[in-house]
């Protein structure tokens, strides 16, 4: 895979992770490293952005807004608010300059919509994520598999992702037709046939008293103006781990959700290609969905 060229940040040895040592030029040669992935899966997405420039164990902060000082790499996207009622103008990623820029700013995570322009209104993937009970991982991998099988029945394209933080996402592509709120009923009616099917381990109550040791499915993002971590961004954890999209196959041996950092993500894909470059290909129309399921509108 070809590598953007890496820029110099401003200080480029400020300590980002101290537990491993890892400083702003360490960031921006990573974001240089994974470009071209990257970029294709943020290509028209409103992003959020957390930053932390004095490094992850001190205060960070989000920002959503753009600003006119930004460069040409992270163009501005008006979206309207959720009420309608107003007009944020967000941050865009077009090119591995903005990739530096991002590096310079200190950018540890990018979470991203699941809408892109022009179609904001209508997601084009549907997501469900899943975080350990008791920090039990093997439930989250078990959970991960019932979740495909049931995406499988229904005619969807199950991706697996994980978050670099506590869990797994598992992702399908979507044709844009359908406005957040339809999506979000079908990942709910989703959700409750799994719950259905089984009762001892998956649960949909949002309330931690009411699961009982069972895994939350949490379909919580699929929202107008939600994001999700980005496939490959870092995350602010000790170790520099990342958000990895991967095959099935690889999904026995996944320990837990940080098992790729900064270091690692450049070799693997030197060695293989990216688990979800063809992901849009395999995009079903929710019509077909709220079909299968027989959700009535």
Do not use: C
Not at 147 to 167: K, Q
Not at 212 to 236: E, F, H, K, T, W
């Amino acid at each position: 895979m070809p590598k953007a060229e890496s820029m110099a940040p401003s200080h480029p040895d400020k300590v980002l992770y101290p537990d491993a040592g890892l400083t702003k030029q360490d960031l921006a040669d990573y974001y240089a490293a994974v470009a071209e992935p990257l970029l294709a899966h943020a290509e028209q997405r409103p992003l959020t952005l957390r930053r932390f420039p004095d490094g992850i164990d001190a205060d960070g902060f989000f920002q959503q807004h753009h600003r006119d000082e930004l460069p040409d790499g992270l163009p501005p996207l008006p979206a309207p608010t959720a009420d309608g009622k107003d007009e944020i103008v967000h941050i865009t990623l077009a090119s591995p300059a903005g990739l530096a820029t991002l590096a310079d700013m200190a950018t540890v995570e990018i979470h991203a919509w699941l809408s892109r322009s022009p179609e904001l209104t209508k997601p084009d993937r549907v997501v469900f994520d899943l975080d350990p009970p008791d920090g039990d991982f093997e439930a989250v991998r078990d959970a991960a598999r019932r979740v495909a099988e049931l995406m499988d029945e229904l005619g969807l394209a199950p991706h697996l992702m994980t978050t670099g933080s506590r869990g797994l996402h598992v992702l399908a592509p979507l044709a844009p037709r359908m406005d957040f709120d339809g999506v979000r009923g079908l990942a709910k009616a989703m959700a409750e046939r799994l719950a259905e099917r089984h009762p001892d381990s998956l649960t949909t109550a949002q309330r931690k008293d009411k699961r009982g040791g069972r895994l939350y499915l949490d379909i919580m993002r699929n929202a107008y103006g939600q994001s999700a971590v980005l496939p490959y961004s870092p995350r602010a954890k000790p170790g520099a781990p990342v958000a990895t999209p991967l095959d099935w196959d690889e999904l026995g041996g996944l320990e837990d959700a940080r098992a790729y950092d900064i270091r690692r993500i450049p070799r693997r894909l030197a060695q293989k290609a990216d688990p979800w470059a063809a992901l849009s290909n395999r995009a079903a129309d929710p019509a077909d969905l709220r079909a299968a399921l027989d959700v009535h509108a």
